[in-house]
T-cell receptor, first 114, second 112 residues
C-alpha cells in the first residue's frame, strides 16, 4: 500500500490564483481530513469527510473548499489564494469515523502564496 | 476555547537517557489522546494512544501516562536514541468525535 499520498510536494502561488491540492489513500479508509500547519504550531483542522459524498468544516475552513466523490480521493481547493494561506498542508485518513483510531498522515504539501 | 498545550517547547537530552514530554489539556470531556512524532519534512506519525479509562499504556520504549485529575498527559521515551529527535505533538479527541485538537508541539533534541 502507498498509504496517503499528496501532490504536489511544493507549490508557489501568486495572490488571487487558484489551485487544488490532491490527496489520495489506498487503504479504503472512510474518514479523511485536511490540516494546515504553521511554523511553530500544531495542526489545525480545515475540512473533513466521513465518507464519499459527505464533508464538513473544521476549525479553519474559510478560503478552502473540499469534495469527496470517491472513497480514495479528497482534494482541497483554494479558490483565491492569500498570503495568509502560506502553510504546510497535511491530509490524513483513518479506517473508522470513530475518534478512537489512528489517523495516517500524508507527507505534506508546502504552499507559499506571494 | 478548549485547547491542548505543552509545557516545554524544546527538550534536550543525552543519548541513552529517558525523555519525558508533557502536555496539558483543558477539556475534561476529552476521552482519547494520541501522541504523534513528526520528523523534519514529514507528516506526523502515530506513536501511542490512550483512552480516558486508562492511566498508563506502554509500547515499545514509550509509555503514556494520563492524569485526569490535573488534566495532564505525558510521553516517556526510554533510552532515547538519535532517531527519536523530532517534534512531538499530543492530540485530544473531544467527546468521541473524529476531530483531533493538536497541541503546539515539543522539539526533542538528542545529544550524542
Amino acid at each position: 500500500n502507498a498509504g496517503v499520498t499528496q501532490t504536489p510536494k511544493f507549490q508557489v502561488l501568486k495572490t488571487g490564483q487558484s489551485m487544488t491540492l490532491q490527496c489520495a489513500q489506498d487503504m479504503n479508509h472512510e474518514y479523511m481530513s485536511w490540516y494546515r500547519q504553521d511554523p511553530g504550531m500544531g495542526l489545525r483542522l480545515i475540512h473533513y469527510s466521513v465518507g464519499a459524498g459527505i464533508t464538513d468544516q473544521g476549525e479553519v475552513p474559510n478560503g478552502y473548499n473540499v469534495s469527496r466523490s470517491t472513497t480514495e480521493d479528497f482534494p482541497l481547493r483554494l479558490l483565491s489564494a492569500a498570503p495568509s494561506q502560506t502553510s504546510v498542508y497535511f491530509c490524513a485518513s483513518s479506517y473508522s469515523t470513530s475518534g478512537e483510531n489512528e489517523q495516517f498522515f500524508g507527507p505534506g504539501t508546502r504552499l507559499t502564496v506571494l | 476555547g478548549e485547547s491542548v498545550g505543552l509545557h516545554l517547547p524544546t527538550l534536550s537530552v543525552q543519548e541513552g537517557d529517558n525523555s519525558i514530554i508533557n502536555c496539558a489539556y483543558s477539556n475534561s470531556a476529552s476521552d482519547y489522546f494520541i501522541w504523534y512524532k513528526q520528523e523534519s519534512g514529514k507528516g506526523p506519525q502515530f506513536i501511542i494512544d490512550i483512552r480516558s479509562n486508562m492511566d498508563k499504556r506502554q509500547g515499545q520504549r514509550v509509555t503514556v501516562l494520563l492524569n485526569k485529575t490535573v488534566k495532564h498527559l505525558s510521553l516517556q521515551i526510554a533510552a532515547t536514541q538519535p532517531g527519536d529527535s523530532a517534534v512531538y505533538f499530543c492530540a485530544e479527541n473531544m467527546d468521541g468525535s473524529y476531530k483531533l485538537i493538536f497541541g503546539s508541539g515539543t522539539r526533542l533534541l538528542v545529544r550524542p
